[in-house]
């Protein structure tokens, strides 16, 4: 009698586990070596501009690291206030590597992240009446939307001409460039001040972390400290 064999075609489950840690160290081990990189490169440059001793120089690396850290991720307002930075840079560093991945070079995300807040800005100017459950919703679809037909007009050139996306995509980001300086300068320009509009209503902005937890579990917890408070 012929005795069963265990299905080879099936992985057990410490090979997918394997698998799945070769994984995730090739996704990490790149963004953590620049990172570690960065750093490097910083404490070099603080150890050779800085004063005094070796010593005094490797204290002040430590000390303007930890002050990079407590302004960014001390707490959860200097957190929100990162996030706020970082969000759209890292959506627009997505939209290179996914182009990147397709075999495409996407050097126009500048431009495409320019169209997208130009339009996020005017909507939220022109329809400064309407509440914010429709406005906010509506700025970021319509700033995604407008990244996109943007980013479109250099796959229509590559699809049906052939242009190169690289120089199409540089060129429209100085179009791009060139549309909003006029825009701030010119028609939404605020009165008496130079390369800035008027400023966006309240209910046109996201709320910051620390604010938005004090609305909610800040009732029962703890309040954060947060500027004006």
Excluded: C
């Amino acid at each position: 009698m012929a005795v069963p064999t265990a299905n080879r075609g099936t992985p057990s489950s410490t090979s997918k586990l394997a698998l799945w840690t070769h994984k995730l160290q090739m996704a990490l081990g790149g963004p953590l070596f620049a990172v570690l990189l960065a750093l490097i490169a910083g404490s070099i440059i603080i150890i050779i501009t800085s004063p005094g001793s070796i010593v005094d120089r490797f204290t002040s690396v430590m000390a303007a690291y930890q002050n990079l850290y407590a302004g960014s991720f001390g707490n959860l307002q200097s957190t929100s206030y990162s996030l706020v930075e970082v969000t759209a840079l890292i959506f627009t560093g997505l939209s290179v590597a996914i182009a990147f991945r397709a075999g495409l070079f996407n050097i126009g995300a500048a431009g495409q992240l320019t169209v997208g807040a130009v339009t996020a800005g005017l909507i939220g100017i022109e329809l400064s009446t309407w509440p914010g459950w429709i406005l906010v919703p509506l700025m970021i679809i319509a700033s995604a939307l407008a990244g996109a037909v943007w980013g479109g007009i250099v796959g229509a050139l590559k699809a049906w001409r052939g242009a190169h996306e690289v120089v199409t995509t540089i060129m429209l980001n100085w179009v791009a460039f060139f549309v909003a300086q006029y825009l701030i300068d010119g028609p939404f320009q605020a009165p008496r001040l130079s390369q800035q509009t008027v400023p966006l209503p309240p209910q046109a902005t996201l709320p910051s972390i620390a604010v938005l937890y004090n609305q909610t579990l800040g009732t029962f917890l703890p309040q954060i400290d947060t500027p004006g408070s």
